[in-house]
């Protein structure tokens, strides 16, 4: 059987090698970090995310999805928090039906399931503090350094799979060798920060449980999302430079003022607000696409190596995950022709990684400042209205993309058209009634 050397075991990472573990592939995983079960952790992102259809999914298909989502809270539509002191949030659901939710899950136990999963095969190994340094194409080699001993080491097999995440560095001996290789970075404006909100008494949540919470403000916005002990993780996204942004709020006046200000409600829930705000990162948000995604037989990229996309959507690790589905099933579909089936992985899996980075990155500007509109409520309302009138033939967008497995360039294509019908039959029947009034007084 052939030998995989796959770099990186964060999410994507773990369950590739649990797939290709599965169909009898010898598989080797380095990973820079220490084994997140020793406490460290994992990758410096999101402490939760939100897990929905196509993630869960590849989570089935290997028997995982259940454990997973015992730890998982559920959460059914977003919670609103308007701006102006005293007002109450404002429950929208995420869909018509109420059994439809997407799931708070914590990233560091899911990446620990998911390589669990992967080494219950015999033929999977993983080897922490392995950080790869560049990789020879054409020998399926990865150079590696241990961060253990300081030892240099090589790692050789039929192919080498990139599963190390938006700063690849199987992408970067990718574009030095490839002739033409396609590479767009492009980082937003903004940064995030992660803040806590401490469980209450006896680990009970302080806000309501299940919702993922918003503060849409316009140009920026908070959000939270609960977590099994009762805490919920709150992210602020918000300028980097600017009047009033990361860089002019320092002193714990400028970051108390700033809070009471935007998010009165949250304040008296975070105790440890400027503690968290001074010690914790600032991280940055950035969209990648690149092509090819695959060098001959021997090389290709998985998960956010091939395309980070920014959080708005809520999807890089399920696209992340959907993208070890569809590489199990090419290399089902040609097992004796690798190159035929990274290429058809690439085919299939391109076009919906750049309509999901576009997605992502209108849906910032409906978080942050569509979704504080009555006109953003009443559309959704809308949208539920015909998902049920028209149960089959009308699928939101939202629908499409979080409850379901249509690819996302699909989603997307069907969205536009069913906007330019809804509204334009709509145009049509103001017109009409605006003639009808205009006869009736002539
Ligand atoms: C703030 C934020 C919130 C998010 N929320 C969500 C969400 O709610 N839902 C969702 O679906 N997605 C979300 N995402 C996106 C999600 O985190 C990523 O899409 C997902 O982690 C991609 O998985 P991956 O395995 O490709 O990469 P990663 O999870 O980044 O894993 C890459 C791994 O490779 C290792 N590595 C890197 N370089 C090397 C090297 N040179 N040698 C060896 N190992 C290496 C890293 O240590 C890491 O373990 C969010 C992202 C951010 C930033």
């Not at 136990?109 to 503090?129: C, G, M, S, W």
């Not at 991280?283 to 190596?305: E, H, N």
């Not at 497995?405 to 969205?415: M, S, V």
Request: glycine share 6%.
């Amino acid at each position: 059987m052939a030998k995989f050397v796959l770099i990186g075991s964060g999410l994507a990472g773990g369950l590739l090698a649990a797939y290709l573990g599965r169909r009898g592939y010898e598989v080797d995983l380095y990973e820079r970090r220490s084994d997140p079960r020793e406490g460290n952790l994992v990758g410096g992102r999101s402490i939760n995310l939100a897990l929905s259809t196509r993630g869960i999914h590849a989570l089935e298909q290997i028997g995982i999805a259940d454990e997973v989502l015992k730890h998982a809270i559920p959460m059914r539509g977003r919670m609103i928090h308007p701006a102006a002191a005293g007002s109450a949030p404002i429950f929208a659901p995420y869909d018509v039906d109420p059994n439809k939710h997407i799931n708070s899950i914590g990233r560091a136990a899911l990446n620990t399931t998911v390589i669990e999963a992967a080494q219950r095969y015999p033929n999977v190994r993983v080897h922490f503090n392995h950080k790869c340094t560049d990789v020879d194409l054409d020998s399926a080699t990865a150079n590696l350094l241990n961060s253990s001993t300081s030892q240099q080491l090589n790692a050789s097999g039929d192919a080498v799979i990139g599963v190390d995440g938006a700063f690849s560095a199987v992408r970067q001996s990718m574009q030095l060798k490839i002739d033409n290789f396609q590479y767009d970075e492009s980082y937003l404006a903004h940064g995030y920060k992660e803040l806590t909100i401490p469980p209450g008494p006896n680990a009970s949540w302080r806000m309501e449980k299940e919702a993922l919470h918003i503060w849409p403000r316009k140009s920026f916005m908070m959000i939270a999302l609960p977590n099994p002990d009762g805490s919920f993780t709150c992210t602020l996204f918000w300028e980097f430079e600017g009047p009033r942004s990361f860089a002019t709020t320092k002193t714990d006046d400028d970051i108390r003022r700033f809070f009471c200000e935007e998010f009165p409600d949250a304040v008296p829930l975070m105790p440890n607000l400027l503690d968290d705000f001074k010690n914790n990162p600032t991280g940055s948000l950035v969209t990648i696409r690149c092509a090819p995604w695959f060098y001959k037989d021997k090389v290709a990229l998985v998960g956010d190596a091939a395309h980070a996309v920014v959080p708005f959507y809520g999807q890089g690790m399920n696209a992340a995950f959907e993208d070890c589905v569809v590489l199990d099933e090419c290399l089902a579909e040609f097992p004796q022709d690798r190159q035929r089936a990274l290429a058809e992985y690439f085919r299939r899996r391109k076009e919906n990684a750049d309509a999901l980075a576009d997605l992502a990155l209108e849906n910032f500007i409906e978080m942050r400042d569509k979704t504080a509109s009555r006109t953003f409520r009443a559309k959704k309302k809308l949208d539920h209205f015909l998902e049920a009138a028209l149960p089959g033939i009308y699928l939101p967008l939202y629908t499409m993309v979080t409850f379901t497995r249509i690819p996302y360039a699909q989603a997307a294509k069907r969205a536009r058209f069913q906007d330019r019908v809804i509204y334009g039959s709509l145009v049509g029947v103001i017109v009409v009634l605006i003639g009808l009034l205009a006869l009736a007084f002539t």
